[in-house]
């Protein structure tokens, strides 16, 4: 089922996955209008997508996620929204109060200006990190939607994504003020990496401050799938498509599906070497310390937070809840988002090394003299 005619919404629009959604619709509807929500866009973005835009009109709407009558706005005329727009935080850089206000209460803002302005579809970008890994660090090994959920949720971000994944599955079905029915659907990708991805750059320079040597932080039986950004942004397709579809609308709306690909489950830290190792750089053979150690020495650092949080806040670069995310296996297949929403993954594995490979070996050179100057 073609979007074709349609007026769109994507939020976060100028971050990772929002650009390459953008694209994507440009590239394979012919849609009316494409409106690019976020706090700011950059114009390079909107020239970038000039030669791909044909008679699909693109609307740049810059402002805040948590203003209603802004949102209402955006929202008038729209038939299909990608919500995209959230903050991510695993390290406990921000205060738990502003994650809500922005992933909680601006989705629940969203959905609400959806049903006053009588969008029929919703599709929201959820994360694979509501399911876990619980505190235990049990393993889940090519998992679907029906795995057992036991995860107690430590992240702000998970807690809060993990919230406006339910109330934008709880929205699903509510009247539209002109009578009809609103039908959402909510995606759990995995880790994203690919052209634009920032942790990527992260671990790059980390890597370089470390004589080209990357850090080991997660064990090498410690596999998860992360999932390329071109085949995430095409679920999203996939997913919009079938609520326009009669049909499929009736088995898909109401639903979360897990979206991965054929990216081999490696450790976090092993698929770091994987896409960087062609530009020269090593990887730690193993932890620099042992496993045990490094919780203790987190939980020291949660305490010495704790105790300075009225005075300062600090946020370290690694707490216990982020030790066992990057040291338990946990991976999830993709086949209820084949069978109900026909989602296929366009790029191979070597597809997508290569693009991603190329687009950080264009980056290392300003990652290098950017440290130098720093």
């Known amino acids: 089922m073609s979007l074709s005619g349609d007026v769109c919404l994507v939020t976060g629009a100028g971050g990772f996955l929002g650009r390459r959604l953008v694209k994507l619709l440009l590239e394979e509807e012919k849609l009316a209008e494409i409106r690019l929500l976020d706090q700011h866009i950059q114009p390079q973005l909107i020239q970038s997508l000039e030669e791909a835009r044909g008679e699909t009109r693109l609307s740049v709407l810059e402002g805040d996620i948590r203003d209603s009558d802004f949102l209402c706005r955006a929202c008038r005329g729209v038939s299909v929204v990608f919500h995209i727009a959230s903050l991510i935080d695993v390290i406990g850089a921000l205060d738990y109060s502003e994650l809500y206000t922005v992933n909680v209460k601006g989705t629940q803002l969203l959905l609400e200006a959806c049903v006053r302005e009588n969008v029929v579809s919703f599709v929201y970008t959820s994360s694979i990190e509501v399911a876990g890994p619980n505190p235990a660090g049990d393993p889940v090994i090519n998992g679907d939607e029906d795995t057992a959920d036991a995860s107690t949720l430590k992240f702000a971000y998970s807690r809060t994504k993990k919230e406006a994944e339910r109330r934008s599955l709880e929205a699903n079905g509510e009247r539209l003020q002109n009578g009809g029915r609103l039908a959402t659907v909510a995606l759990r990708p995995m880790y994203i990496y690919g052209e634009g991805c920032r942790f990527l750059l992260g671990h790059m320079a980390d890597g370089i401050a470390n004589r080209d040597v990357l850090y080991r932080t997660s064990a090498r039986e410690a596999r998860v799938n992360p999932v390329y950004v071109g085949n ?143």
């Open 232 to 374: 995430a942004a095409l679920a999203h397709l996939q997913a919009a498509r079938s609520l326009r579809d009669v049909d499929r609308r009736a088995v898909v709306a109401g639903n979360v599906y897990y979206v991965s690909d054929d990216t081999p489950p490696v450790s976090y830290c092993d698929f770091n070497h994987a896409v960087m190792a062609p530009l020269g750089f090593r990887i730690q053979e193993k932890h620099m310390q042992p496993l045990w150690l490094l919780h203790v020495f987190c939980f020291l650092l949660e305490v010495l937070r704790f105790c300075l949080q009225p005075f300062k806040h600090i946020a370290p670069p690694l707490n216990r809840q982020l030790l066992v995310m990057l040291n338990t296996p946990f991976s999830f297949g993709y086949q209820k988002a084949k069978r109900d929403l026909g989602y296929a993954p366009r790029y191979t594995w070597e597809e997508a090394r290569t693009h991603t490979v190329e687009w950080l070996a264009d980056q290392l050179p300003k990652e290098r003299e950017r440290l130098r100057a720093k």
